[in-house]
């Protein structure tokens, strides 16, 4: 009894997701979540052999997996890539939108292309992806929409430039989604990472003394890892949270009420 009642909150038995950014970092481990709990699953990102290395891992854990690499710096990229991972096993009910670039050059400095090649991966692509797939979750009667976000959506600090910009705006779309789809079955949701030790963060990981600093900043007196983010991106994808939709949901291990 106890197997099966979880079993039916937290399975995604004949789902199928779609995960943007998913052959590294968080977008990998939710990937790599989603599939495991019986989702069908294709990650979409550029680099060919992590996407590859991505699928592999994951048909060799008995999971059903496919990849698709796609430029989403682009409106045609973005729209091509989205009818590419729909060929594979369908429409999807889930979307991830893990994809992210980190470029934070001072605001002063920060000049248009800059400003454009962030919001082309960070906010619009989430947007275009939302429009293709959200109507046709609706009329399904079922659909999860899920972004990742950033302590800079909250707070100003370690020059969040245009980063920080988008990611609030992602959380605002989440917002938007939510009440146009909401009634009809399909949540939108956006999980908010700590500092967690992904090659996007590179360059403050490289930094020992900084590393550590952020560290003793959270409350389990350590940075997040991916997989950190399985769990919440199983319970957002799944029928347990079916009344949970518009929030911003941190997974950061208590960095930001500290």
Request: aromatic share 6%; hydrophobic share 45%; proline share 3%.
């Amino acid at each position: 009894m106890t197997a099966s009642y979880v079993s039916g909150l937290f399975s995604l038995d004949g789902r199928t997701a779609l995960v943007t950014g998913g052959s590294s970092g968080i977008g990998r481990a939710i990937a790599g979540a989603l599939a495991r709990a019986g989702a069908r699953t294709v990650v979409v990102a550029r680099r060919e052999a992590e996407l590859a290395e991505t699928v592999h891992e994951l048909a060799a854990d008995g999971c059903e997996a496919a990849w698709v690499s796609g430029d989403l710096g682009s409106r045609a990229g973005i729209r091509a890539a989205a009818e590419a991972a729909a060929a594979v096993y369908g429409e999807p009910d889930i979307l991830v939108n893990s994809a992210g670039i980190n470029l934070r050059p001072p605001l002063g400095e920060l000049g248009d292309d800059v400003w454009d090649a962030t919001m082309a991966v960070n906010l619009e692509a989430p947007f275009l992806l939302g429009q293709r797939f959200g109507p046709g979750m609706a009329e399904r009667g079922f659909g999860r929409l899920i972004h990742i976000s950033s302590q800079q959506a909250h707070r100003a600090f370690v020059q969040s430039g245009a980063y920080g910009v988008s990611k609030g705006a992602v959380e605002s779309l989440a917002r938007s989604q939510a009440e146009a789809w909401s009634a009809h079955g399909v949540t939108a949701n956006t999980l908010v990472p700590g500092f967690v030790l992904t090659p996007l963060n590179r360059r403050l990981w490289d930094d020992a003394e900084k590393t550590a600093e952020l560290a003793g900043r959270t409350m389990v007196g350590r940075n997040g890892l991916p997989e950190d983010f399985a769990g919440a991106a199983v319970f957002l994808a799944s029928a347990a949270s079916g009344y949970v939709t518009g929030q911003s949901i941190c997974v950061d291990g208590g960095f930001s009420v500290h």
